[in-house]
């Protein structure tokens, strides 16, 4: 459950106060590619002094994480600046490295991103310029902790074959419901994506105003498009996509989206916004949506604010006769720095804030990535009371995340905002959206310097 704030979403839910931080740029440089060596990691390395102070990015709400280090680890100089994580696609991080790369110096030892696309750039060489992440499957980070996070977490993290950050966090979306609603009304939990339209137009019949989703949010097309396999967005190399959005895949979910919308079960409103949370606080009867939804709008008094013993949460939706794929909206990543002069901190840091219970586990508001410390998390927050079921199907679709589904540099989120949710909130049909929907997609790709096919 990855929110902002006590709930914490690393990725999206950026407040204005986060956005509008000042990114400090006086950090430790870490020397140029002049000054480096090939070492074991398989990676040129800077001359190693594991006493240099190191200097970690991170954004407001991962602050904790360096605080808990800290505490832990006393031994260890570092120097912490807060900058917007590259939230909603600012693409901060890649502009200021490429300053720094220009410059010969400056970068950071560790950053942490909001997004899950970064290893496509950081991975590569930049004007002839070493590639900013560092490679931590060939040595850096042993391969026992590497295969303890839950299997497809470093999907985003690994270009051809190599790993190059560390997930902090999934965001696997999961069915979300209001259980003391369903009863009183006498349904049932859908459990294949047909039930569920099924039920979204039964709630329209007997009992509108009451809802069973969101679509007004650049990250739909992750909720609902991703989780019936849409090929959108299939990454197959560093600089390769395929996009085809007249798949059947495609067209089942915008069709599905386009009976709900209409019908006023799916509103086009964004989750974050007053109008939502002033019309809807007590009428979401069902919500597909990420792990970190239950912090950021059900168990959060600035939004849904939903009571005790209510909010239940289900296992993903499947198509009927398909196996269980789910979306991902979110999971923040952390990378080493290639250049880095203290690796061995370096590495302590960016491992402590993946895998440590004093973070994962005491602090972190959202689901780990590193499964050891996931299912910790899981039993703490089950027995907090709040919530009316059990969480483990939060568990079964951290595995579920369907892989053709990549990790490009564009920003498949900033393209739908842009090009669809405008449309569909204007009343257009989102079937019939699909074909422009393809085309900006590759047009962005291609600028991006991609191959589309």
């Not at 003391?180 to 009304?185: E, S, V």
């Not at 720095?337 to 440590?356: D, M």
């Not at 907090?384 to 199907?393: E, F, H, I, K, N």
Request: aromatic share 10%; charged share 20%; hydrophobic share 40%.
């Amino acid at each position: 459950m990855v929110g902002k704030a006590q709930h914490g979403h690393p990725r999206r839910w950026v407040g204005a106060a986060a956005l509008a931080l000042t990114l400090t740029l006086t950090v430790s440089g870490c020397g140029s590619d002049s000054g480096t060596t090939t070492g074991s990691y398989g990676f040129p390395q800077a001359a190693q002094d594991d006493k240099a102070k190191i200097t970690v990015w991170v954004d407001a709400d991962r602050s904790s994480a360096v605080d808990a280090f800290k505490k832990a680890n006393p031994d260890v100089q570092l120097e912490a600046v807060t900058y917007d994580g590259s939230a909603n696609g600012s693409n901060s991080f890649r502009t200021k490295m490429q300053l720094f790369d220009r410059a010969g110096s400056g970068w950071p030892d560790v950053v942490f991103s909001t997004q899950n696309n970064d290893a496509a750039w950081a991975s590569q060489r930049s004007n002839g310029k070493q590639a900013f992440a560092a490679v931590l499957d060939q040595g850096l980070v042993a391969k026992e902790t590497l295969d303890r996070f839950t299997a497809g977490a470093l999907n985003p993290c690994t270009v051809e074959g190599k790993v190059y950050c560390l997930r902090n966090d999934l965001a696997q979306v999961v069915l979300w419901h209001n259980k003391a609603l369903l009863d009183q009304f006498g349904y049932t939990l859908p459990a294949t994506w047909e039930d569920y339209q099924a039920l979204g137009e039964k709630v329209a019949r007997e009992h509108p105003g009451y809802i069973v989703g969101a679509a007004g949010d650049a990250f739909t097309p992750e909720i609902y498009l991703w989780s019936s396999k849409c090929q959108a967005n299939g990454i197959t190399g560093p600089k390769t996509v395929t996009v085809n959005t007249g798949t059947t895949e495609c067209k089942r979910a915008a069709s599905m989206l386009d009976t709900l919308i209409k019908n006023g079960t799916v509103p086009t409103v964004s989750v974050f916004s007053p109008e939502f949370v002033k019309t809807y606080a007590d009428k979401v009867l069902l919500m597909p949506g990420p792990a970190w939804y239950a912090g950021a709008i059900f168990n959060n008094p600035q939004s849904l604010n939903v009571p005790k013993g209510r909010l239940g949460v289900a296992a993903p939706l499947a198509w009927k006769g398909e196996e269980v794929a789910t979306g991902n909206v979110g999971g923040g990543t952390w990378f080493i720095s290639s250049h880095s002069k203290n690796l061995k901190a370096a590495r302590k840091f960016a491992e402590f804030v993946t895998t440590a219970d004093d973070y994962q586990v005491n602090v972190a508001p959202g689901y780990p990535a590193y499964a050891p410390a996931a299912d910790k998390w899981i039993k703490k927050q089950e027995s907090s009371g709040y919530y009316a079921t059990d969480l483990q199907a939060m568990v079964k679709a951290g595995p579920q995340i369907w892989g053709g589904w990549g990790s490009g540099i564009f920003s498949q989120e900033a393209i739908w905002a842009k090009t669809v949710t405008p449309a569909i909130v204007s009343g257009k049909s989102l079937v019939g959206l699909l074909p422009e929907w393809q085309t900006a997609i590759k047009n962005q790709a291609q600028v991006d310097g991609y191959t589309v096919t």
